[in-house]
């Protein structure tokens, strides 16, 4: 498994990060890696999707968990991807820190790669974080 942390601090309140961060289908905005995403259902605070990847339009399931105003739990249930991305927020003197960590493997035989796409999903991951980050400030 590859895992993955980001951290940011954003000059704003939790309220204000927490309502981009939580507009899940607005994902690819800010994610490059994430082209596309289609819910297929949800219920309560969880929502079943489909995501389309960036890597080779691959497509994977995933079920999502939204714990509001504190973290959106993503874990891949089906596809290239194995694993969990977590998008956390903490709150300190009217600034925000968001935080994703991965832990996340290719899988079958793409298994073999994983240590190579690290580098790019913590790249991708540094880049929406900043782009959430100046969405928000701006």
Same mark, same amino acid.
């Given at each position: 498994?590859? &895992?993955?942390?980001?951290?940011?601090?954003? $000059?704003?309140?939790? $309220?204000?990060?927490?309502d981009? @961060?939580? $507009?899940? +289908?607005?994902?690819? #905005?800010?994610? #490059? %890696? &994430?082209?596309? @995403?289609?819910?297929? =259902?949800?219920?309560?605070?969880?929502?079943?999707?489909?995501v389309t990847i960036?890597?080779? +339009?691959?497509?994977? /399931?995933?079920?999502?968990?939204?714990?509001?105003?504190? #973290?959106? !739990?993503?874990?891949? &249930?089906?596809?290239?991807?194995?694993?969990?991305k977590?998008?956390?927020? =903490?709150?300190?003197?009217?600034? &925000?820190?968001?935080?994703?960590?991965?832990?996340?493997? /290719?899988?079958?035989?793409? %298994?073999?790669?994983? %240590?190579?796409?690290? #580098? !790019?999903?913590?790249?991708?991951?540094?880049?929406?974080?900043?782009?959430?980050?100046?969405?928000?400030?701006?």
């Amino acid at each position: 498994m590859a &895992t993955i942390e980001v951290e940011v601090e954003i $000059d704003a309140s939790i $309220d204000k990060v927490w309502d981009v @961060v939580s $507009d899940i +289908d607005n994902e690819p #905005k800010f994610w #490059k %890696g &994430t082209k596309e @995403v289609r819910n297929i =259902s949800k219920e309560g605070d969880t929502v079943n999707r489909e995501v389309t990847i960036a890597f080779r +339009d691959q497509k994977c /399931l995933q079920q999502v968990k939204i714990f509001p105003k504190e #973290k959106i !739990h993503a874990k891949f &249930t089906k596809g290239i991807i194995d694993g969990e991305k977590i998008v956390s927020l =903490s709150e300190k003197n009217d600034k &925000t820190t968001l935080t994703t960590f991965w832990d996340i493997r /290719l899988t079958g035989m793409m %298994g073999m790669f994983t %240590g190579m796409i690290k #580098k !790019h999903i913590k790249s991708g991951t540094e880049q929406a974080m900043q782009s959430i980050k100046e969405e928000i400030e701006r």
